[in-house]
């Protein structure tokens, strides 16, 4: 079956088929994304505020993650991620989507935009580590150079010190069944380095045409944020938000998340946004 999967997805380049979750509404389509080791379940917090909003939520589960397929064979880059979602997003025949991504996720959503701009009409970028390779802004250089680090550790030497399991730990509460075994493992390894530490994220929103949000957590420590308004304050597409969240969705974080995905009531670009509650700019 592998040698039938390579030949299937790797010569003839038939996509992967994504587990997901589909909830119905007549609303704008929401996408979201999860991030590094999780999963679905990430979002469930957030789902049920959405479909208030009588929204249709699609969430699928990236490669290597949850119940969809995790070959061992692939480089599980943001475009292998992004190539797989927009397979999803064909099958199910969706248009003008608001594509949310958490961590990782977010990655892979700026990836999916910058592929196929006409399918997006809003992103929204949760927690994203968005590191740019910019020498003038030498606070953000200092961070980047850090947290890279930090993550190659974590890539070559998943049970680590003491301090870096308890980052892993904050990255995912069920980091520890990625550590079962080897294969298990790949994905995520993989994933860190050729999606997180080689990414072009920066990039692909420097100049940005769709309307975009993001939005960082105060307490944070997972993520660089220092410079990052800065370096894209150009780009009047991107606005910036925080809350008042670690590296994670409480319940009061997703309904300040829902306000900020739901504030236009129409697809009228000339609608007034609805307030995004306690979410600071």
Partial sequence: MNRLGKFWHMMI???FRLAYQDYPG??????LLHGIASDAVFWEPLVPMLQSSNHRVIVPELLGHGRSPAPGYINY???????????????????????????MGGLVATRIADLQPELVRRLVLYEPPLFADVPEFRTHQHRRAF?????EK???????????????????KNWTKYLATDQAWIPIERSLRNTIIQQHGYDELKDIAISTDIVHGRFDVVVARSNLKKLLSHNQNVQFYRTTDRHGLSKGSAKRLAKLITRYQKTNKEEVRIDAGNMER
């Fill in 13 to 15: 380049g038939r996509p």
């Fill in 26 to 31: 007549t609303g704008p389509t929401v996408v």
């Fill in 77 to 103: 880059t943001s475009d292998d991620q992004a190539r797989a979602v927009l397979a999803l997003c064909r099958k199910l025949r969706l248009t003008r989507i608001i594509l949310v991504g958490h961590s």
């Fill in 147 to 151: 947290y890279l680090g930090l993550y």
């Fill in 154 to 172: 974590i890539a070559a030497n998943p049970p680590g010190p003491f301090t870096i399991t308890r980052l892993v730990a904050r990255i995912s």
